[in-house]
């Protein structure tokens, strides 16, 4: 089992940029998350889907759109990079409920 | 609101006992989490508690649980550099999918 993958592992973009961060499980997990994690912050929670066919927003999910493709995947698009989108992506995953939370190696994204 | 703090940094000793501590507020909480963060990874569950117990041991790690204080503790035994270490402190809120992470607390283990 890979667990959680994510992809890419670094992105530099340009202001107005657009880009589509990738997630996939291999754990047949039901619930999948997009973070945000900021220095000195802890992890903010962008969207998350609750199972196949459904997304909801989270705390910060301004500038971010999400897909769940299927129930292996689920992706993070941002349609108009900004500089405040500086970050890095974690995505994760569980079983149902919120019981343990496997998290991917995170995306690091720098905006300029 | 909901909120979680701990605080952001701990040095140690090696063979010391370290003991991270986090405050929460919201009652409602159903489980609380520690997780590990190193360098360039994503976070791993070390361990959990269910909200209803008080104390849970795990070889090096004991967790306690002050529900009246709203007060989570992780004491880790005999501390290894490889402990080094971001710690998150974490609630999950019932009712919803919503878990509220702290900021972490890096943890620096002396040779």
């Known amino acids: 089992n890979a667990g959680v993958t994510q992809t890419p592992k670094f992105q530099v973009l340009k202001t107005g940029q657009s880009m589509t961060l990738q997630c996939a499980q291999d754990m047949n997990h039901n619930s999948m998350y997009w973070y945000r994690q900021d220095p000195g912050m802890g992890l903010r929670l962008i969207y998350y889907?609750?199972?196949?066919?459904?997304?909801d927003k989270g705390e910060v999910p301004n500038g971010y759109n999400v897909s769940r493709l299927n129930k292996r995947e689920f992706s993070l698009r941002l349609e108009s990079a900004a500089p405040s989108q500086t970050s890095v992506y974690f995505c994760a995953s569980d079983p149902s409920y919120q019981e343990t939370q496997y998290f991917g190696p995170g995306t690091r994204l720098l905006v300029l | 609101g909901e909120d979680v703090e701990q605080s952001l940094f701990l040095s140690v000793r090696e063979g010391d006992s370290s003991v991270i501590n986090c405050t929460y507020t919201?009652?409602?909480?159903?489980?609380l989490y520690w997780y590990k963060q190193e360098p360039g990874a994503g976070l791993q569950l070390l361990t959990y508690i269910f909200s209803n117990m008080d104390m849970k041991q795990d070889q090096r790690l004991t967790v306690l649980l002050n529900k009246k204080d709203k007060h989570l503790s992780l004491r880790i035994a005999d501390t290894q550099t490889g402990d080094s270490a971001i710690y998150f402190c974490a609630e999950s809120i019932g009712g919803g999918f919503k878990t509220i992470f702290g900021a972490g607390t890096r943890l620096f283990v002396k040779a």
């Open positions: 889907s609750a199972s196949e066919g459904t997304t």
């Open positions: 919201d009652s409602s909480s159903t489980y």
